[in-house]
């Protein structure tokens, strides 16, 4: 079955830097990949999402790359502030199986 | 819209009592609903698949017997949790897509049960 391997599992910022969490899938026929945001106690909001029909996808501060060859996606926050401080996971085909999660912490 | 409400938002119960939790889906029909537990620091662990007018699919290692799944219809799941223990004590939270194949997940505000 799938697997999701995500990292790191935690990410402390300066407020204006990009963050980078990677992640790695095992089935080479997954072909949805969505990213989700958690904050303490809440459920987790869908923020970006990428289909293997295309490489990348841009959504105002966030961005998403896909390596299908490689097996791996990326999430990119530029200009980090502090309400992007939560816990962020990855998943494949449709979210079945969620990355480990990274905690990303911004400070001002 | 694509709103899923969960309901209660949190339980307190005794060991060896049962609890219902209730997923619904506010303005969209959901034939599939997921459920996951959620422990403090943890990832999201895919309990079981809930299908409307079917028996749920349970994950590896998921209790069918103690984790009771009812979906009797398109905007309504359930999940019992039945003679509870403290090891039950857990973040419970469903999920539901508005499409079929690969659509986003929705998912509702959670359950956070704890068993004294």
């Known amino acids: 079955g799938e697997n999701v391997e995500q990292h790191p599992s935690t990410l402390s910022v300066q407020e204006g830097d990009s963050a980078v969490i990677k992640c790695t899938y095992s089935?080479?026929?997954?072909?949805?990949f969505p990213w989700y945001k958690q904050e303490l106690g809440k459920r987790p909001q869908l923020i970006i999402d990428?289909?293997?029909?295309?490489g990348e996808k841009k959504d105002q501060r966030i961005a998403v790359t896909l390596n299908k060859t490689a097996k791996h996606f990326s999430l990119h926050i530029t200009e980090t502030q502090p309400e992007d401080s939560a816990v962020y996971f990855c998943?494949?085909?449709?979210?079945?199986?969620f990355g480990k999660g990274t905690t990303l912490s911004v400070s001002s | 819209g694509a709103v899923v409400s969960q309901h209660p938002s949190w339980v307190i119960c005794k060991s060896g009592t049962s609890v219902k939790i209730e997923c619904r889906s506010l303005?969209?029909?959901?034939?599939?609903m997921f459920w996951y537990r959620q422990f403090p620091k943890q990832s999201l662990m895919l309990m079981a698949t809930?299908?409307?007018?079917?028996?749920?699919?349970?994950e590896q290692g998921v209790e069918k017997d103690k984790f009771l799944i009812n979906h009797a219809s398109l905007t309504l799941s359930t999940l019992t949790v039945t003679s509870a223990h403290p090891e039950d004590s857990s973040f419970y939270i469903c999920?539901?897509?508005?499409?079929?194949?690969?659509?986003?997940?929705?998912f509702g505000n959670g359950t956070r049960l704890t068993v004294t």
């Open positions: 998943a494949a085909e449709g979210a079945l199986i």
């Open positions: 990428i289909r293997s029909n295309v």
């Open positions: 999920s539901a897509v508005t499409g079929t194949g690969n659509s986003p997940l929705h």
């Open positions: 809930s299908n409307e007018g079917s028996k749920a699919t349970y």
């Open positions: 303005d969209f029909q959901a034939t599939t």
């Open positions: 089935d080479s026929a997954s072909n949805y």
